[in-house]
């Protein structure tokens, strides 16, 4: 059954969280998309879903749980898309797992390693094997992998963190290697900022707090990273002319200092 019944283009943002990728699937239903949202965790995906829909009209989105952990998940809600919204004409790998309190090498067990690896890296590539045919057969699509300062460098306390994005800029650069001259725009998108949000960015918020850091705190947007204005930069890959496609992108606020946590 077909819930896409104005044959809008499709988007798939996976590991939707409330953050970058709530902003980026707002942004792109705003520009004429549906959005499919694939993550874990039911409640998270209702609410963004909801909020979507109440602000850009009812059945302009649709939630898919997913384990990126596990293929067959994958797999399984990319088929659902296909079959209920049509195929992606987007796709945006957005899911990232690490920890808020770093953990060392010896401290790091293997379940989480394997588990963090598979979200930051296994997921984009099943997700990158399920939208590629479709966009093959149409001569065109987008694929925006969201990175990391640590998709460049290892640091201490990112060892279950870093291996994964570091794969993943590689994937990315594989894909557009690939499949470029076919139509396939990939690009790759280095976070090189916390991001204004519940985890990392609330963190940085407590602690300024803390310290009474009057400036940072009155001025936000200048030290985090903005979900909402970062979706913009999404939309500006997707709608970039063929004569100036970006493969990778780096962002980060204005006092935020390059490449910090290296």
Known sequence: MSYNLEN???IAVVGCGPGIGAAVARHFT???FVAALLART????????????????????RYYITDLRIEESVLSSFRAIRAELGPVQVLVYNAGARRVNGRKVLDTTTEEFEGFTKINLFGAFWSTKCVLPDMLDRGRGTIIYTGATGSLRGSPGLSSFSPGKFGLRSLAQVVAR???DRGIHASH??????????????????QWQRENAVEK???????????????H?????????????THELDVRPQKEGMFSKL
């Open 8 to 10: 809008k283009p499709v």
């Open 30 to 32: 705003s520009k004429g």
């Open 42 to 61: 039911e409640d998270s995906l209702r609410t963004i879903a909801a909020g979507i829909d109440a602000d850009f009209g009812v059945g302009t989105s």
């Open 178 to 180: 690939e499949y470029q």
């Open 189 to 206: 998108v280095i976070i090189d900022s916390p991001v204004d949000g519940k985890l990392i960015g609330g963190v940085k918020k407590r």
């Open 217 to 231: 705190l009155e001025d936000i947007e200048a030290h985090l990273l903005q979900p909402t204005d970062l979706a």
């Open 233 to 245: 930069m999404y939309w500006f890959l997707h709608t970039q002319p063929r004569s100036t496609w």
